[in-house]
Structure formats: structure tokens, C-alpha cells
């Protein structure tokens, strides 16, 4: 797949599932945005793309996603495809004291910076009709583990987000989809899965067993979910969530 001369923005891209993605579009031609919170990180990944636009910014920050866009237009000209992957987790039982500090940083950073990017981007998307890609969970689709109400709440929420803004922007030529991994191999699940279980076995141990398929992807096979949905052989996909999980869903061991 070529993505010569179009423009990508991937928030989130100094790390993980993020910087797979940054890295594939460009090595398939795009011109790249970047963003990220850890200046160190995003020149890492920055060095391993060819000529991108490296953005040091906060997703929860208005002026910042702001700055996001109009920067990444001023530099590039335009602006193809939104990849809304920034995210994160907090543990917190409804029970506890911070139960609402925990919902209101959860959902600001997992949903409420992707619906405004999303507000942001979507004019010069339809210029281009370019396409929206949200990078979700299959924690919006079950409950995975306890203490994360939160998390799971705002990825249902992405879900549903995407299949309205799919709805709302096709008569624009734009699509919106989204990526619902699994557990994934990155840079964050490495350190947690030296955790050990009740049962004696590593985090990553435990999870790759709850698989129909025995295995955890890696940051990559995702990347290449994310190319597949923004390229021309996706044309006649839009309001779909994608579920890449190794079977996780699906297992009945």
C-alpha cells in the first residue's frame, strides 16, 4: 500500500501501538505528525521516519490539540488521515474515594481529546475526504478485569462515537472507523507483565492463555490493521470496529 503525499496525525506516537503506526505510514510515503508527552520518546520514534512533524503536546490541553492541527496543516498543506490513538487506564473501583477523579482523567484523555481533535480535524478531512481512524479496546465490548470501569466506559464510548461521526460524515466522503485490540506486546505491557499472578504465572502468561489463539500481537500486526482501514482497499468500509484480539473474545477455555 502507498501513501505518498498524504498527511497522517497520530497522537500518542512516541510509544507502543502509536509508533508502529507513525513508523509504517512512513515508510509507505506519508508525511507524519507525531505527537506525544515525552520529548525523549518522540525523537526516538521521530528518527525513524522520514521527514515528520514531531509535535510535543498534551491531548487533554485544548490549545494544545489546537496547535496539533494547525500546525500539522501549515507545515503539510493539508491534512488525509486522523489517527486518534492517545490513550490510557486508570485503576479504580466505583466504590473508591476517587472513583470520579479516575472517570473524569480517564474519559478527558480517552474520549473527550478525541471527539474535539476529531471537531478540529473533520473540515480539513472533507477536503481531502480523508478518513478517521480510532484506536479502541475490546474492554468497549466486555468487562477485562476488575477495577476498570472506567476504562471499559470510555472505550464503549469511542465505539459508539465512531459509528455516529461514521454516519454523520460519509455524505462527505469521509470514513471513520475503529481499531479494537486485545492485549498487545508494548512498551508498557512489557514492565507489567514481569508482575506475577496468584497462579504463579507472568501477566503476559496469564492473558496469552485467555486467547483462543494462544498468543499476544504484537504493535505491528495493529499498524498494519490501521494501513489496511486508511488506504484505498478500504473504500467501502465506514462505522466499523475491528476487533484484533488473537481470539480473546471468543475463547470458552
Known amino acids: 500500500m502507498s501513501f505518498n503525499d498524504k498527511v497522517v496525525i497520530v497522537t500518542g506516537g512516541s510509544s507502543g501501538i502509536g509508533a508502529a503506526i507513525a513508523i509504517d505510514f512512513s515508510a509507505a510515503g506519508a508525511k507524519v505528525c507525531i505527537t506525544g508527552r515525552d520529548?525523549?520518546?518522540?525523537?526516538?520514534?521521530?528518527?525513524?521516519?522520514?521527514?515528520?512533524?514531531?509535535?510535543?503536546?498534551?491531548?487533554?490541553?485544548?490549545?494544545?490539540l489546537k496547535r496539533i492541527v494547525d500546525e500539522t496543516v501549515k507545515h503539510f498543506g493539508k491534512l488525509d488521515i486522523l489517527i486518534n490513538n492517545a490513550g490510557m487506564g486508570l485503576p479504580a473501583s466505583i466504590l473508591s474515594d476517587n472513583a470520579m477523579e479516575v472517570y473524569d482523567t480517564v474519559m478527558n484523555t480517552n474520549l473527550r481529546s478525541t471527539v474535539y481533535l476529531t471537531h478540529l480535524a473533520a473540515p480539513h478531512l472533507i477536503k481531502t475526504k480523508g478518513n478517521i481512524i480510532n484506536i479502541s479496546s475490546i474492554c468497549g465490548q466486555t468487562v477485562m478485569g476488575t477495577n476498570t470501569f472506567a476504562y471499559n466506559v470510555s472505550k464503549a464510548a469511542v465505539d459508539h462515537f465512531t459509528r455516529s461521526v461514521a454516519s454523520e460524515l460519509a455524505s462527505s466522503?469521509?470514513?471513520?472507523?475503529?481499531v479494537n485490540p486485545g492485549p498487545v506486546m508494548s512498551d508498557g505491557f512489557e514492565a507489567v507483565s514481569q508482575i506475577m499472578t496468584d497462579k504463579g504465572i507472568t501477566?503476559?502468561?496469564?492473558?496469552?492463555?485467555?486467547?483462543?489463539?494462544?498468543?499476544?500481537?504484537?504493535?505491528?500486526?495493529?499498524?498494519?490493521?490501521?494501513?489496511?482501514?486508511?488506504?484505498?482497499?478500504?473504500?467501502?468500509?465506514?462505522?466499523?470496529?475491528?476487533?484484533?484480539?488473537?481470539?480473546?473474545?471468543?475463547?470458552?477455555?
Open 39 to 64: 520529548k525523549k520518546k518522540l525523537d526516538n520514534i521521530a528518527k525513524k521516519c522520514k521527514n515528520p512533524l514531531a509535535i510535543l503536546a498534551d491531548i487533554t490541553v485544548e490549545n494544545d
Open 173 to 178: 466522503g469521509v470514513r471513520v472507523n475503529s
Open 203 to 253: 501477566f503476559k502468561q496469564h492473558l496469552t492463555q485467555q486467547t483462543a489463539l494462544k498468543r499476544l500481537s504484537e504493535t505491528k500486526e495493529i499498524a498494519d490493521l490501521v494501513l489496511f482501514l486508511a488506504s484505498e482497499k478500504a473504500k467501502g468500509i465506514t462505522g466499523s470496529l475491528f476487533v484484533a484480539d488473537n481470539g480473546f473474545l471468543v475463547n470458552t477455555d
